[in-house]
């Protein structure tokens, strides 16, 4: 059974970069989206983003060209970038499997991390 | 498309049913509504996709219906491992993909 696992650091300085990793277990990339999306302590869900196995992407138009996702087959998982980083960032950080859904513009996800929290603090 | 959950907070005792709404400021097109389970500490779950299809594993006692613009989860014989936060999430729009702002199912 797929699994997913974000890794990267918890504390991460205003104005700077927040990079996270989502390694996928038990799975290929192929035919999915491979999506993030964060928490704010005590708050709702927010779409950050996803990525397509062939390298296409799509991203929170809030989120103001400060967001990147990658992937690397090699090593089986996919990656978020977000610069310029604020204290408005801090969340729990999840990834998730996005199914294809035809005729659909977006995807639901049906499979996610356990998430990590990112804090950003001087 | 902003969806508008209600209500923002619910009571209820395990055995109870739950119904929870899910209304969305346009019409989601075919029906490309999911609905997800928080518990706190983890991850959401999903429950339901294409507004009525459970998800892999999920009782029989969650079911969703509705089209258009009001959608309705619907927990029969409320355990007590249900009680948690519940979203809702479109993905039919041709612009952008929501999440509404949950409902939290609580123990009476």
């Known amino acids: 059974q797929v699994q997913l696992q974000e890794s990267g650091p918890g504390l991460v300085r205003p104005s700077e970069t927040l990079s996270l990793t989502c390694s996928i277990i038990g799975d290929s990339f192929i035919a999915y989206y491979w999506t993030w999306v964060r928490q704010p302590d005590g708050k709702g869900l927010e779409w950050i983003g996803r990525?397509?196995?062939?390298?296409?992407?799509n991203y929170n138009p809030s989120l103001k060209g400060r967001v990147t996702m990658s992937l690397d087959t090699s090593k089986n998982h996919f990656s978020l970038t977000l610069n310029s980083v604020t204290a408005a960032d801090t969340a729990v950080y999840y990834c998730a499997r996005g199914v294809v859904v035809p005729a659909a513009k977006w995807n639901y996800m049906d499979v996610w991390g356990k998430g990590t929290t990112v804090t950003v603090s001087s | 498309i902003v969806l508008t959950q209600s209500p923002g907070t619910v009571s209820l005792s395990p055995g109870d049913s739950a119904t929870l709404s899910c209304r969305a400021s346009?019409?989601?097109?075919?029906?490309?509504l999911a609905w997800y389970q928080q518990k706190p500490g983890q991850a959401p779950r999903l429950l339901i996709f294409?507004?009525?299809s459970r998800a892999t594993g999920i009782p029989d006692r969650f079911s969703g219906s509705g089209s258009g613009t009001d959608f309705t989860l619907t927990i029969s014989r409320l355990e007590p491992e249900d009680f948690a936060v519940y979203y809702c999430q479109q993905y039919g729009s041709s612009y952008q993909n929501s999440f509404g702002r949950g409902t939290k199912l609580e123990i009476k």
């Open positions: 990525l397509y196995h062939t390298g296409n992407t």
């Open positions: 346009q019409s989601v097109r075919s029906g490309y």
């Open positions: 294409g507004a009525s």
